[in-house]
């Protein structure tokens, strides 16, 4: 089976931008989950998906949204850019959404807010 | 705020030591314990997880859970330089879905 795909790999934006990303889960995954890496912070929980409904939500702002649609993709979308939003978004997969299921990451995208 | 604890290391073994990884959390009520492992420039890949207290052996890797103490440990024996990675210790937020709260992560490295 293919893995997690993430796209854009890199993007460079500037102050009060917004922007898109993309996640394709391994196939046959229903639930979907971003993360935010930054090196002060380490990882941090952004949301989960799981059959088209948010599930659960970690602590920012929202600014921060998300989507999944029926084939399981999800985007998520970050609006007003800020340079603090520099950092790694990890997308993840698993299959059935249980608290037990592992979750499969993909490779991130690298967003740069100048 | 439900945390995850870990030394950020760096913890540094000679090649064919045992490396031991620790994590404490704050949530009485978690259940599923994982650790993952992180190399530079790449996106974390899961090496073991957890549920019950005791031990959990696979290959040269052995994972600990110790609910009463809020603590979790990996074992890395016989290391190698391959071996060299951020070890991220991850656990889930609640039982409604698969959010994990990881801790920030200790930086193992292994000299040959």
């Known amino acids: 089976k293919a893995g997690v795909t993430q796209t854009p790999r890199y993007l460079i934006k500037t102050r009060g931008q917004q922007v898109t990303l993309s996640c394709s889960p391994i196939s046959g995954h229903r639930s979907v989950s971003w993360y935010q890496q930054t090196p002060g912070q380490g990882l941090q929980f952004l949301f989960e998906?799981?059959?088209?409904?948010?599930?659960n939500k970690g602590n920012f702002p929202g600014r921060f949204s998300g989507r999944q649609f029926s084939n399981s993709r999800s985007e998520m979308n970050v609006s007003t850019l800020e340079l603090g939003d520099s950092a790694l978004y990890l997308c993840?997969?698993?299959?059935?959404?249980?608290?037990?299921?592992?979750?499969?990451f993909g490779p991130g995208t690298r967003l740069t807010v100048l | 705020q439900k945390e995850v604890e870990q030394n950020s290391g760096p913890l540094s073994v000679p090649e064919g030591a045992i490396a031991s990884l620790n994590c404490t959390y704050s949530?009485?009520?978690?259940?599923?314990f994982f650790w993952y492992r992180q190399y530079s420039g790449k996106s974390p890949e899961l090496i073991m997880s957890?549920?019950?207290?005791g031990d959990k052996e696979d290959g040269r890797f052995t994972a600990q859970l110790n609910k009463a103490s809020q603590y979790v440990s990996l074992l890395i024996r016989d290391s190698q330089p391959s071996d060299s990675a951020t070890y991220l210790c991850?656990?889930?937020?609640?039982?409604?879905?698969?959010?994990?709260?990881f801790g920030k992560g200790t930086t193992l490295s292994v000299s040959s």
């Open positions: 949530d009485r009520g978690s259940q599923s």
């Open positions: 998906y799981f059959s088209e409904t948010q599930r």
């Open positions: 991850a656990v889930n937020m609640d039982q409604a879905g698969t959010a994990l709260i």
């Open positions: 957890i549920y019950s207290n």
């Open positions: 993840a997969s698993s299959s059935q959404g249980d608290y037990t299921d592992t979750q499969y």
